[in-house]
């Protein structure tokens, strides 16, 4: 009788785990609905304003896990473009489990902060995977393909509208840095992210955004 009620315990334990595991994960991928940037995928990468002023905001994100490739460029626009089309032949079937993804918002670029003039950085582009694939995604099958984990981070964030180019990302990235330091914030800056939540066929109310991650307390003064 002892015995069977330790069983009995134990898996109730580990379906309970595991359904908060589903629920946790479904928590920071979530419906697209509750966000205003993402009109065109199911799934969204969700957020919680800590807050925000004229010149940027700082949002908190939940560890969440995407796959991710890299690409070795002079510029963010060719490596964008052929890192895109090898993670979109994974999420279309180009797995071990042959199984569609669905497209998730945001795409992420990783940029390196420390570039040489004239030398070639390392992209690494990333998509989101959906809440369905959090826990066990499929296993790739492009060696040049891989998963990655973002962890629970604040982020000093700007947006703005138009294409995600070198040329747009840089000079909003170089706005953000200026507004930064002017308020003396800490962050890192060994690298940022371009973040891009609109397909090429969308052409009007784009939304893009320079991700810097937030080191000790952010600092969102009213007005900077």
Not at 100 to 106: F, Q, R
Not at 128 to 135: G, R, T, W
Not at 185 to 193: E, I, V
Request: a negative charge.
């Amino acid at each position: 009788m002892t015995l069977t009620v330790c069983v009995y315990f134990r898996v109730y334990f580990s379906g309970l785990v595991g359904l908060l595991l589903i629920l946790t994960a479904e928590a920071r991928v979530g419906n697209s609905s509750e966000s205003r940037f993402c009109t065109e995928s199911k799934e969204c990468l969700l957020y919680d304003l800590v807050c925000k002023n004229d010149d940027y905001e700082v949002r908190h994100y939940d560890s969440v896990k995407w796959v991710s490739t890299d690409e070795e460029c002079y510029f963010m626009d060719k490596a964008t473009y052929t890192a895109f089309r090898r993670l979109f032949k994974y999420i279309t079937g180009s797995n071990k489990a042959g199984v569609n993804i669905d497209m998730t918002a945001p795409v992420t670029v990783k940029i390196e902060e420390k570039k040489k003039m004239w030398a070639s950085s390392v992209f690494t582009i990333s998509f989101l995977l959906p809440s369905d694939h959090q826990m066990t995604p499929p296993q790739p099958i492009d060696d040049k393909v891989y998963f990655t984990e973002t962890p629970d981070m604040n982020v000093y964030v700007r947006s703005y509208g138009g294409w995600m180019m070198s040329l747009t990302s840089g000079v909003n990235s170089m706005l953000l840095k200026r507004q930064l330091d002017k308020v003396q914030a800490t962050y890192n800056k060994d690298y940022h992210y371009a973040v891009g939540y609109d397909s090429p066929m969308k052409i009007l109310n784009r939304h893009n955004e320079v991700w810097y991650m937030v080191e000790g307390e952010p600092v969102c003064p009213t007005s900077s």
